[in-house]
């Protein structure tokens, strides 16, 4: 028998905290638990509903986290399990749900289940990673490649044999055809909901399968670089992924994973979804299956984490959302610790930052949208991406990659909190943080917008509590207007009740730096501003509105 479910995920506001860079309780130069819980007053205080938590157990930190060693631990630089008790009841009592990053699909090296595994071929869970033979040359199994370079096979001398690591070698691939790993992996999954956690952001929720006949994939060639899922310089994106994840055997396993959720009140999973087409994987992972909702709760793919952003791209993505989603819930991210900070991505060729007027816009679409907006840590201040020099880099996927990719480092740095202060109020100041501070995040400090009451950050406030209170953004349909050069512009309408119409909002952005006039169709007539969203950079008339360069209109229709 499943558990309620209030559905408060379904249009809810998550938070993503990257506990090495959020708050420094300790003064080691690392973020920890108890550093969040300090500042979680100052999440609560943003209108969200949840905070997403990425990976803090224990591991070797080679993929600072994602490569995990213990699955029921915390690792002793974040504190430890009381400390993360101590979080979760704050969080709860300011009226936060709390979600953790889980990582299923692959372990560390440095796990027991793989010290045992790579021992002997004959051992009780020889077949628990993805083991394979190579062909008669030496060469390994097949042509899949690694997202951070090279070969996706690792030869071990132990067993005379290939492993798979999808990412780095230190991080070898569980084998999900074994049901003993299933059983295991979900057992870990039970401890923290035992806990009382609220929910999970499933890491490569489309990686956990891979075609147990490990067939080729097939070649793609080199991409343009226009697709923003795509980094045309790694030779990973130089394939389509046929074989080596989204299998059809992973809906299963979801179908395990949503049935123990079931189990626990109000609980929740976002899956993060890396595919050739991840708009249609999103859909397909979370839409009703034939017996009801049992997959994943909502999920997000890349589409919105690249470069492009005008009107046009707007348009023709969310075009296809509609022709997909079907029954599906979104996940809309603008950015998060993956991708360079939307302030930088989406700039206007200044290189640093983004106007304020588009990084207004951006903050209201994302929190318009029909799906469940994710914000990063910082995108409220409008932090741009830091630079990093080469041999202040930590993370490997940069590091491999340089010069001309930088990894991920830029948008990890710490979060600036003080303005003055000589780490910007991160730790102590008696110890270096783990990754350079960014002076042009001095400026942007939480005290300097805190005493603004026009900054960013104050405008993100004012936003999410005007969210909160329009029924047709929680849970209404999206009907998109035609296409304009200028202009994405769509309508949000609660579900009619007892025969009469819900609420209606039109709201239109102009993504360019010049004036725009979008003509509305006949049967929309604007009844009022909404103007206690802060998005007003236009006006309505008789047959149309006009919008000041990176303006932005939302409205009451009649």
């Given at each position: ?10 249009g ?5 905290i990257?506990p ?5 309780s300790n003064g080691?130069g690392?973020g920890?638990?108890?550093g969040?819980?300090a500042?979680?007053p100052?999440?609560?205080?943003l209108g969200?509903?949840?905070?997403w938590?990425?990976?803090f157990?224990?591991?070797p930190m080679k993929d600072y986290?994602y490569?995990?060693s ?6 002793s630089i974040?504190g430890t399990?009381a ?12 009226g936060?749900?709390?979600?953790i990053d889980q ?9 027991p289940?793989?010290?045992?595994s790579r021992?002997s ?8 990673y ?5 062909k ?8 899949w490649?690694s997202?951070f370079?090279g070969?996706a ?6 067993r005379?044999?290939?492993y798979l ?7 070898p ?11 295991a992996?979900l057992e870990t999954?039970k ?5 009382g956690?609220?929910g999970?952001?499933l890491?490569t ?6 075609d147990?006949?490990l067939r080729?994939?097939?070649p793609r ?5 226009e697709?923003?899922?795509?980094n045309?310089l790694?030779p990973?994106a130089?394939?389509w992924?046929?074989h080596d ?6 809906l ?7 049935a123990?959720l079931d189990q626990y ?6 899956g ?5 087409d991840g708009?249609a994987r999103?859909?397909?992972y979370?839409s009703?299956g034939p017996n009801g909702?049992d997959?994943l ?5 890349f ?5 492009p ?5 707007l348009h023709?993505?969310?075009?296809r959302?509609?022709?997909?989603i079907?029954?599906g819930w979104p ?9 360079v900070r ?7 060729g ?5 106007t304020?007027g588009l990084?207004?816009i ?12 994710c914000?990063y840590q910082?995108?409220e201040l409008g932090?741009?991406?830091a630079?990093?020099?080469?041999e202040?880099?930590h993370d490997p996927?940069?590091?491999?990659m340089?010069p001309?990719?930088?990894?991920r480092d830029?948008?990890r ?6 303005a ?5 109020g991160f730790?102590?100041?008696a110890t270096r943080?783990?990754?350079?501070l960014?002076?042009p ?7 300097r917008q ?7 950050l104050?405008?993100?406030?004012r936003?999410?509590r005007?969210?909160r209170q ?6 209404g ?6 296409a304009?050069a200028?202009v ?9 009740k007892?025969g ?5 909002l039109l ?6 730096a ?9 049967d929309?007539?604007?009844a009022s501003?909404c103007s206690a ?6 006006r309505?008339d008789a ?5 000041a360069?990176w303006?932005g209109?939302?409205a009451?229709?009649?």
């Amino acid at each position: 028998m499943k558990a309620p479910n209030n559905g408060w995920w379904r249009g809810g506001v998550v938070y993503q905290i990257y506990p090495r860079s959020f708050a420094d309780s300790n003064g080691d130069g690392i973020g920890d638990l108890p550093g969040i819980t300090a500042r979680l007053p100052y999440v609560a205080s943003l209108g969200v509903d949840a905070i997403w938590l990425s990976p803090f157990f224990t591991s070797p930190m080679k993929d600072y986290g994602y490569d995990v060693s213990d699955y029921c631990n915390v690792d002793s630089i974040f504190g430890t399990l009381a400390d993360f008790r101590t979080l979760l009841d704050t969080a709860h009592g300011l009226g936060l749900k709390v979600m953790i990053d889980q990582v299923l699909s692959h372990t560390s090296d440095q796990h027991p289940w793989f010290k045992e595994s790579r021992a002997s071929r004959d051992n009780p869970k020889a077949d628990w990673y993805v083991w394979a033979d190579p062909k008669a040359d030496g060469t390994p199994p097949n042509n899949w490649l690694s997202i951070f370079g090279g070969s996706a096979w690792h030869w071990d001398t132990r067993r005379c044999q290939y492993y798979l690591h999808n990412f780095l070698t230190s991080q070898p691939d569980l084998n999900f055809h074994q049901p003993a790993v299933q059983d295991a992996l979900l057992e870990t999954v039970k401890f923290w909901l035992d806990l009382g956690v609220d929910g999970y952001r499933l890491d490569t929720a489309n990686f956990y399968f891979h075609d147990a006949q490990l067939r080729d994939n097939p070649p793609r060639g080199r991409p343009t670089g226009e697709d923003p899922a795509v980094n045309s310089l790694n030779p990973y994106a130089w394939q389509w992924h046929r074989h080596d994840k989204s299998q059809p055997e992973n809906l299963a396993f979801l179908q395990r994973l949503r049935a123990l959720l079931d189990q626990y009140p109000h609980t929740t999973t976002v899956g993060e979804i890396g595919d050739d087409d991840g708009l249609a994987r999103m859909a397909e992972y979370t839409s009703a299956g034939p017996n009801g909702e049992d997959r994943l709760h909502m999920a997000y793919c890349f589409d919105l984490l690249g470069r492009p952003h005008d009107a046009p791209f707007l348009h023709a993505l969310m075009t296809r959302v509609e022709q997909v989603i079907g029954s599906g819930w979104p996940c809309w991210a603008l950015s998060n610790h993956d991708c360079v900070r939307l302030a930088t991505r989406w700039s206007e060729g200044d290189g640093e930052r983004a106007t304020p007027g588009l990084l207004r816009i951006a903050a209201a679409l994302q929190m318009t949208l029909r799906g469940s907006p994710c914000l990063y840590q910082g995108d409220e201040l409008g932090l741009p991406e830091a630079d990093i020099a080469y041999e202040d880099l930590h993370d490997p996927y940069g590091i491999e990659m340089w010069p001309d990719f930088k990894g991920r480092d830029g948008c990890r740095t710490p979060m600036p909190w003080v303005a003055e202060a000589a780490d910007l109020g991160f730790g102590s100041g008696a110890t270096r943080p783990w990754l350079p501070l960014a002076e042009p995040h001095r400026a942007l400090a939480v005290d300097r917008q805190e005493a603004d009451a026009q900054s960013l950050l104050h405008f993100y406030r004012r936003l999410l509590r005007w969210r909160r209170q329009q029924p047709a953004l929680i849970s209404g349909t999206q009907t998109l207007l035609p296409a304009h050069a200028q202009v994405f512009a769509f309508v949000r309408e609660e579900p009619a009740k007892a025969g009469q119409r819900g609420q209606r909002l039109l709201c239109a952005y102009n993504f360019s730096a010049r004036p725009a006039r979008l003509e509305l169709p006949a049967d929309l007539w604007v009844a009022s501003l909404c103007s206690a969203s802060g998005v007003v950079g236009g006006r309505p008339d008789a047959e149309g509105i006009e919008l000041a360069p990176w303006g932005g209109l939302i409205a009451h229709l009649s």
